[in-house]
């Protein structure tokens, strides 16, 4: 497949799936997970503080780290990647269904979701968080008003509302998203390793039902040479040039 009929195949498609990773977000300057350890948190693994174990630890800790990733994505906007998506949610209605797995929140805020398409955020979000007793999710305060660890409209201490390592991914957000990509005529893999699993997974459920699976990456990935098409370049320069005319 070429990039001509590769734009032939997601203009003609009825049900488009995509999955969104880190480069996504990258260009509006969210750091990858590992990239937001500096300073202070450079001296800590990742499994010192997105863990069930390390939040029992230490909460409060957990929660600072968590604050200040809360606040840098505020402060960050949705980029033209973020923009061309919610249009192509716009164009396609509901046959469009969005997973991301960033936890930033600028899929949202670009639109995405509320534009006759559904999204699902696979590993949750920044902006919210969850009941410790209930599992009710609440939104987050404005970072000044934001007390942590924050306490729910029920009187509970609240968690991060993100999958930590040793946590399953949603189960319903997961079983949406496997169906949306099997049933899709077209997927896109944009600004993703393709190593993370089961998310990774999702090509897989286009290509097993004879669907066109399109990559947009700087690099190559594990997904690769199983895909119907792949464009070299970052998320937002990629789907300018799938969504071009002709």
């Known amino acids: 497949m070429n990039l001509a009929q590769a734009r032939a195949a997601l203009r003609d498609a009825r049900r488009v799936a995509v999955l969104t990773g880190a480069g996504v977000s990258a260009e509006s300057g969210i750091p990858t997970f590992r990239d937001a350890q500096t300073g202070h948190w450079a001296r800590f693994r990742p499994e010192d503080l997105a863990s069930p174990g390390a939040y029992q630890r230490d909460p409060e800790m957990v929660w600072e780290w968590y604050a200040g990733r809360y606040r840098d994505v505020l402060r960050a906007e949705p980029n033209e990647a973020h923009r061309l998506l919610a249009w192509l949610e716009r164009e ?26 559904r999204m699902v ?64 005529d077209v997927a896109l893999i944009v600004g993703t390793s393709g190593v993370v699993y089961p998310a990774a997974g999702l090509a897989f459920e286009t290509l097993g039902e004879g669907g066109v699976v399109i990559e947009i ?30």
């Open 217 to 246: 990456n700087p690099e190559e990935t594990e997904l690769s040479p199983h895909l119907s098409f792949s464009l070299r370049d970052t998320a937002s320069r990629g789907l300018v040039a799938l969504l071009a005319p002709g």
């Open 121 to 184: 955020e696979l590993h949750g979000t920044l902006l919210s968080a969850r009941d410790e007793q209930t599992g009710e999710v609440f939104p987050l305060p404005e970072p000044g008003a934001l007390v942590t660890p924050p306490v729910s409209p029920n009187g509970h201490r609240m968690r991060p509302n993100i999958v930590w390592f040793g946590e399953y991914l949603p189960e319903e957000a997961l079983q949406a998203a496997a169906e949306a990509f099997a049933a899709a």
């Open 92 to 117: 396609k209605g509901k046959g469009y269904f969005l997973a991301t797995q960033n936890v930033d929140g600028l899929h949202a805020r670009a639109g995405s979701g509320a534009l006759g398409g």
